[in-house]
């Protein structure tokens, strides 16, 4: 077994729902194999009050969790990215940084609960259907034997994983 901790970036459009609730899982499901982090294109600034709330219910620490420009993981100063996730339509489409360490990328579209309009139930059921959906990639994600797969199977395997209905 490897020692080896792997950074992985998820990125969104706002950085105040979905790349942070990837943040949050990906951190504390990864049990130290990994170092996640989240920004966005466009930063909200803040992180969505309801993403935070649901965060904590599921027992996840919410320390540290903040909306922040992806220009943080573009400069020399920047973690090597293992891995490069976009979970919002927008952010794939858009011309992203060069990342440090050449990472592999695949897009994981969930829709925006942020957007969700109707009564506060509603609103927050989609933010519960952002993170099952979330949980269930990133579980398959944890899945996959990283140190043995080869390169393009590995790459495969993420989009796939982007694909999955995410059914539990």
């Known amino acids: 077994m490897s020692d080896r901790v ?7 459009t706002g950085n105040s729902a ?5 943040e949050a899982i990906l951190q504390s499901e990864g049990q130290g194999r990994f170092r996640a ?10 992180v969505h ?10 027992g996840h620490p919410i320390e540290g969790l903040r909306s922040k420009n992806w ?15 976009t979970v919002c339509d927008n952010a794939a489409g858009e011309t992203c940084p060069v990342w440090p360490g050449q990472p ?8 925006d609960p942020a957007a969700v309009t109707g009564s506060e ?23 996959l034997p990283l140190e ?15 694909a999955e209905k995410a059914e539990v």
Not at 18 to 22: C, G, M, N, P
Not at 37 to 46: D, E, F, I, L, Q
């Open 121 to 143: 139930a509603e609103k927050r059921a989609a933010f519960a259907e952002a993170y099952r959906m979330m949980f269930n990639r990133i579980s398959l994600f944890l899945a």
């Open 18 to 22: 979905r790349s942070i609730l990837a």
């Open 71 to 85: 220009d943080e993981f573009s400069g020399a100063e920047a973690p090597r990215l293992d891995f490069v996730f």
């Open 148 to 162: 043995s797969i080869d390169q393009m199977s590995l790459q495969n395997r993420l989009r796939e994983i982007g």
């Open 104 to 111: 592999m990328t695949a897009h994981w579209g969930i829709a």
């Open 37 to 46: 982090y989240s920004a966005g294109s466009n930063p909200a600034g803040k």
């Open 49 to 58: 009050p309801y993403s935070l709330d649901l965060l904590k219910i599921m």
């Open 6 to 12: 792997y950074n992985a970036l998820f990125l969104c």
